[in-house]
């Protein structure tokens, strides 16, 4: 197509120096948008292949760079004082619309975070002396036409060598830096990251896989527009007059800032969360009277209305768009003003929710359901007891709530109307953009709550109570003691309980039917089954599939309550914790800094849910050599080496000034169990754990292990009364616990 003369032909060099070819090539689909082909002898990469340039024309209006780099993540610093002067210095004037207003604040803002920033530091050099100064030894060899071949190839060696060591030392330099300083080692990684992974591939509609990116954008349009767009129609209640509402404090506004996490990502308005934070009692004033004037008018910029969406990948498929959690970026004003309503309503919303709800709640975890289903499982299993255990998962529940259904729920818990009328100007007229490549792509929002924003948990909690509040199930579910249990939730994650399949299958297809009229639509592939003895339940006409385990909030679940299963997850997480650190700890000569990474990245890991678990022999001796399997790596010895030196493991603990495992499970367990013993609002986790049944007698033999057996056994040796009784008392059981 475009002739060259031989010597810009030829991009290939053999290592002699004596053959030459052309055998790289540019392939393109669009023949005729390419104007020239060509070699750039100029061009040196060190390489033995020559750089391959081609001329190619463009819609410049469509046409983005993308070098598939990441974006460069500077956090930008502020001087509070030199704020404080700059916000006491502008001038403040409050408009009446409130979108005016707020571009009038945002232009201020901006103004005094450019008069405020400080300079970033001064960074490390990625590439050292020895390095540069052999990048320009070889631009030297190469315009030296006395230069000899071996010349130029032992030159174009040392320098691939040199940038290599270079950026290798760069690299260990930041990590040890981060480690040293204890900041966060995986936003290290993150930053020093050359690349992004991007979209290479999407599924449509019928399964055929689209590359080309105009393809893959109509295919995240179409999904996003149909998941946001409203499909349930759901009757406003009426709501009594607005009430008279106290005005925002100062104080409430710093509150609020002061929980925003360091370096959270700025929304469409562009004012980072630091800014914020480095504000004193000037900013807070400022917005606060702003925010006095949104109250007041009982409405809200049209700017907080918009938001950019984030798409991250959870597991799966990368070509299936369903795989993927769109996080919304929100304006950081936006998310302030939502902070403080969330903590004037916070009381009325958790007041709203039953014991079953353990998600988004003070004092309340996923270790209460996790404490709950395994005392169930136990307790089945002991006194041979029917138990039927259905685990539900919605389809993009959050995304998919309907708005109404919120308001009616915040209606129906009893939050001041006039805070339900600003939320309702947040849900309406609601767009986002989506920005895959060089298009933005704008979606209308319908229905769900903004994940991003800290208020959405509660508003989905509220909504889901709302709906299951509807359900007649006071004589259904697993009795415990005269009172019985239907269903534990952590937000989303339900776990439905009863004592049959008959009873189980009425149970499921009620709370679909409640589920569907406020948006919710049950996955029915992973909607699953428990069941200690054969039996179907169907959901819609549709028999669910039935597990042997289920994977429950981070803790693997069998009618067995066979531990081994989840000892073996335990191990792998804490091998993959220990790969995340091991670079940085690989170069770390201070034992106790290497230790106290270790403990903080890994032992977590491992001990996921310990405290859940019974004692017992074998499950020590899992997680004992578990644990020194990964000491020894950290030492960077193996198991041979400390046989051939004679060394005993407690030597090894010795070096490495590690927490022991099994200690670290105990004092957990203990403290678990203090807590759970002192709760005073009759959740399903003590109940359950103190329950025994009456109506039944215990089989002959001897039960597996029990998860109070080490307390029983503690207490009863050393003469002292029950544990339940001492673990109410927070003194009394702290003295006798594990040191």
Not at 71 to 92: R, Y
Not at 159 to 187: F, G, N, Q
Not at 228 to 246: G, H, I, K, N, Y
Not at 658 to 679: C, I, V
Request: with cysteine.
């Amino acid at each position: 197509m475009f002739e060259k003369p031989a010597k810009r032909r030829w991009t290939w060099e053999s290592p002699n120096g004596l053959t030459r070819s052309e055998i790289d090539h540019i392939l393109t689909n669009r023949r005729w948008s390419l104007f020239d082909v060509s070699v750039l002898p100029s061009f040196d990469t060190g390489s033995d292949h020559r750089l391959i340039r081609a001329k190619i024309t463009l819609n410049k209006k469509n046409f983005k760079r993308d070098t598939h780099r990441p974006a460069p993540h500077k956090i930008p610093t502020f001087k509070s004082a030199d704020l404080e002067s700059a916000i006491e210095s502008n001038t403040w004037t409050l408009f009446e619309d409130p979108t005016e207003d707020y571009d009038h604040l945002v232009r201020g803002l901006l103004k005094c975070a450019d008069a405020s920033r400080l300079s970033q530091p001064t960074t490390i050099p990625r590439l050292n002396a020895h390095a540069t100064a052999l990048l320009e030894k070889r631009k030297a060899v190469k315009l030296d036409p006395n230069a000899t071949h071996l010349e130029k190839v032992i030159t174009g060696k040392a320098c691939r060598v040199a940038v290599k060591e270079s950026l290798r030392d760069y690299r260990r330099t930041k990590l040890l830096e981060a480690a040293e300083t204890k900041s966060s080692i995986k936003r290290c990684k993150r930053d020093l990251n050359d690349q992004r992974n991007v979209m290479a591939a999407l599924k449509d509609k019928e399964g055929k896989m689209q590359s080309s990116r105009r393809a893959m954008e109509n295919i995240v349009q179409q999904f996003y527009t149909e998941l946001f767009r409203s499909s349930t129609l759901v009757p406003r209640c009426p709501l009594p007059p607005p009430e008279d509402l106290l005005p925002i404090l100062e104080s409430e506004v710093g509150q609020a800032i002061k929980s925003m996490k360091k370096g959270t990502a700025p929304g469409p308005d562009n004012i980072p969360a630091d800014l914020l934070r480095a504000g004193s009692t000037a900013l807070h004033s400022v917005l606060a009277r702003h925010f006095n004037h949104y109250l007041r008018k009982g409405m809200i910029p049209d700017q907080w209305k918009e938001s950019k969406t984030i798409l991250l990948f959870k597991k799966g498929q990368r070509e299936d768009i369903a795989n993927y959690r769109p996080i919304s970026l929100l304006s950081v004003v936006y998310k302030t003003f939502t902070k403080i309503l969330l903590n004037r309503m916070e009381r009325i919303l958790d007041d709203y929710q039953p014991v079953e709800q353990a998600g988004f709640r003070k004092n309340f975890s996923c270790m209460d359901n996790i404490q709950a289903v395994t005392q169930l499982i136990e307790r089945s299993r002991e006194y041979h007891l029917p138990l039927v255990l259905v685990f539900v998962d919605y389809k993009k529940a959050f995304d998919s709530v309907e708005t109404n259904a919120v308001l009616n729920a915040l209606a129906h818990a009893g939050v001041p109307s006039v805070y339900i009328r600003l939320l309702e100007q947040c849900f309406s007229d609601n767009s986002t953009i989506i920005q895959l490549f060089d298009r933005k792509l704008k979606i209308p929002i319908e229905r769900g709550v903004r994940q991003g924003d800290t208020i959405s948990p509660k508003l989905f909690t509220a909504a889901l109570q709302y709906a299951m509040s509807e359900l007649d199930w006071e004589d259904k579910g697993y009795s415990i003691d005269g009172k019985k249990v239907s269903n534990l939730r952590f937000a989303d994650d339900i776990v439905l309980v009863a004592n049959s399949t008959a009873e189980m299958e009425t149970m499921v297809n009620e709370l679909n039917v409640a589920g569907l009229k406020i948006g919710l639509e049950m996955n029915m592939s992973k909607t699953q089954l428990m069941w200690c003895d054969a039996g179907e339940v169907n959901l819609a006409g549709k028999t669910l599939q039935r597990v042997d385990s289920y994977v429950y909030l981070g803790r693997e679940l069998n009618m067995r309550n066979n531990i081994a299963p989840e000892i073996t997850r335990r191990r792998r997480a804490a091998w993959a914790a220990f790969g995340s650190i091991r670079e940085v700890t690989d170069q770390i000569k201070d034992p106790a800094l290497r230790a106290s990474i270790f403990n903080a990245s890994v032992l977590p890991a491992m001990c996921y849910a310990t405290e859940t678990w019974p004692d017992n022999e074998t499950i020590a001796k899992a997680m004992r050599t578990t644990h020194r399997a990964l000491e020894r790596c950290l030492l960077k010895t193996s198991r041979y080496q400390q046989w051939h030196q004679g060394l005993r493991s407690t030597e090894l603990r010795e070096k490495s000034q590690l927490k022991d495992p099994l200690q670290y499970m105990q004092r957990m367990k203990h403290r678990w169990a203090g807590h759970l013993l002192r709760r005073n609002d009759d959740r399903w986790s003590l109940r359950v754990t103190e329950w025994l049944p009456r109506n039944k007698t215990r089989p002959l033999g001897r039960p597996p292990t029990r998860w109070a057996d080490s307390f029983t056994k503690y207490f009863r040796q050393r003469g002292l009364p029950h544990w339940m009784q001492v673990a109410r008392n927070r003194a009394v059981w702290r003295s006798c616990g594990p040191r």
